[in-house]
T-cell receptor, first 107, second 114 residues
Framework: EDKVVQSPLSLVVHEGDTVTLNCSYEVTNFRSLLWYKQEKKAPTFLFMLTSSGIEKKSGRLSSILDKKELFSILNITATQTGDSAVYLCAVENFGNEKLTFGTGTRL | NAGVMQNPRHLVRRRGQEARLRCSPM?????VYWYRQLPEEGLKFMVYLQKENIIDESGMPKERFSAEFPKEGPSILRIQQVVRGDSAAYFCASSPSQEAYEQYFGPGTRLTVT
């Protein structure tokens, strides 16, 4: 069965800090890994990663994938109060449209 | 371009009643996915539909739950004879095609069974 594990489960930081969120996975036929930010309602899409070693960046957020070691990290620099949310990691297999989510990291 | 729409946003049902949750995908999106989020848990896949077809229902409970995505109108997730354990947030997501991987989520329907 596909498995996604996120760590830490929760994290408290001060404004201005830099944080790193982790996501490791075990899937049968990996196609992509996605990061979402969930505040009180809908998860909002952040990044989709398909290739190892290529950093995706959007403002203060960045993410990278390591397909050999089966993990991804999400970095947030100069954190702000608006970054408070649950960050979800999900993976998708080829031939299977469903996303398998981790339980999230509450920042 | 409106995002994924779900209604109602909140639904309260007594045990044994039926719950109907609706999802209108983003304009131009033909793939719809339903996920359930129990309190303090991650999102769990339930079902994947395209117009008039159920593609993957491997995450749906075998009894009481059904889903459809008719040619016209929204996708509907139906839960018959609800029980307290059905209380959760139900999210719908949509994507334009099989080749476009990102799924965009609606605001969810929070179902409370009393």
């Amino acid at each position: 069965e596909d498995k996604v594990v996120q760590s830490p489960l929760s994290l408290v930081v001060h404004e201005g800090d830099t944080v790193t969120l982790n996501c490791s996975y075990e899937v049968t036929n990996f196609r992509s890994l996605l990061w979402y930010k969930q505040e009180k309602k809908a998860p909002t899409f952040l990044f989709m990663l398909t290739s190892s070693g290529i950093e995706k960046k959007s403002g203060r957020l960045s993410s990278i994938l390591d397909k050999k070691e089966l993990f991804s990290i999400l970095n947030i620099t100069a954190t702000q109060t608006g970054d408070s949310a649950v960050y979800l990691c999900a993976v998708e297999n080829f031939g299977n449209e469903k996303l398998t989510f981790g339980t999230g990291t509450r920042l | 371009n409106a995002g994924v729409m779900q209604n109602p946003r909140h639904l309260v049902r007594r045990r044994g009643q039926e719950a109907r949750l609706r999802c209108s995908p983003m304009k131009g999106h033909s793939h719809v996915y339903w996920y359930r989020q129990l309190p303090e848990e991650g999102l769990k896949f339930m079902v994947y539909l395209q117009k008039e077809n159920i593609i993957d229902e491997s995450g749906m409970p075998k009894e009481r739950f059904s889903a459809e995505f008719p040619k016209e109108g929204p996708s509907i997730l139906r839960i018959q004879q609800v029980v307290r354990g059905d209380s959760a947030a139900y999210f719908c997501a949509s994507s334009p095609s099989q080749e476009a991987y990102e799924q965009y989520f609606g605001p969810g329907t929070r179902l409370t069974v009393t």
